[in-house]
């Protein structure tokens, strides 16, 4: 009886106060999302748990840029995947199309998903797109545009602030600057606002972590060789200017998520150079983190732009490139 009465009140302080200890993560399944596809190449992929289980989506083709990447989704239901199905793609006519990338789900409230990507030449020439599905990603709507001047989710799930709003972590590049900013709107995708990042850092594709008393954290990929991060106490209206961690990355995609605890977990390369290299990483309050768990480590290849969710059932559920031929799943449990 004591026992239980000491673990409620621990619990109800919050992650911040009760983890002292370094968790200890368990590898409950691990392999491949796919083992063959009507593609050579993929990369990007996003995850979001829906009620029949977990969909992801990746963009896939003969190589990065080339005109015939289009993005991919696979449920993982029953303990197994699908088989990739297209669920976008560039195609502008008869004759021309754009190759797309960075997908990027989200499940509304009312059930519906909503898939973001871009379509364009490169990522300085590209824009913002997203379509609907209302039967878990069976099929999806004819894609929509996202208003000039906004993007939407540039590589990093949006998440959904106490006010209702979507917030969408973003960056764009002009004459080779680095920039990142946060996008706003209605659970609905209409009224786009933005809220800009000022800071030294050369910075790209932010993720999103929350903290008490409605602090919002945001972390960077950069150029210049560690992860930056930023802050907002108005629920992102503002931030502070962007500074270093000193966590050592090698310019190259990252995701990060709050989990109900209160804990932070946190996907890199926490390496100079390559990609060969993916951990992950936990914290307590976003500013100390401790490696957790070596995920791939090996003198080459590529282990790479990772996404990351926290399921209803407290389990964790992880993706990331592997080298460049397929997507590499882990569900795990602190």
Known sequence: MHYLLILVILTSLGGEDFLSEKPQPKILKSGFIYESAPFPSCHASTLVETPEGILAAWFGGTYEKHPDVSIYTAL?????????????????????????????????????????YKEGPNPREWWGLYKTSKDQGKSWSKEVQIPPGFLGPVKNKAVVLSDGRLLHPSSFEVNGVWNSHVEFTDPDLKNWEKSTIAGS??????????????????LFRTREGEIATSWSSDQGKSWSKMEGTGLIHNNSGID?????????????????????????????????????????DEKEGEFSYPAIIEAQDGTVHLTYTYHRTKIKYIHLTL
């Open 256 to 296: 990060a998520v709050t989990l109900k605890s209160g804990y932070h977990l946190l996907l890199c390369n926490p390496i100079q150079k390559g990609r060969n290299k993916i951990s992950l990483f936990g914290s307590t309050d976003g500013i100390s983190w401790e490696e957790l768990l070596v995920l791939e």
């Open 76 to 116: 993982l239901k029953n303990d197994k995947w699908s088989s990739p199905t297209l669920a976008a793609d560039g195609i502008e006519n008869q004759t021309f199309r754009n190759p797309t990338w960075n997908p990027v789900l989200h499940q509304k409230e009312d059930g519906t998903l909503i898939l973001f």
């Open 201 to 218: 850092f050369s910075a790209i594709q932010p993720t999103v972590l929350f903290h008490p008393k409605e602090k919002i954290q945001l």
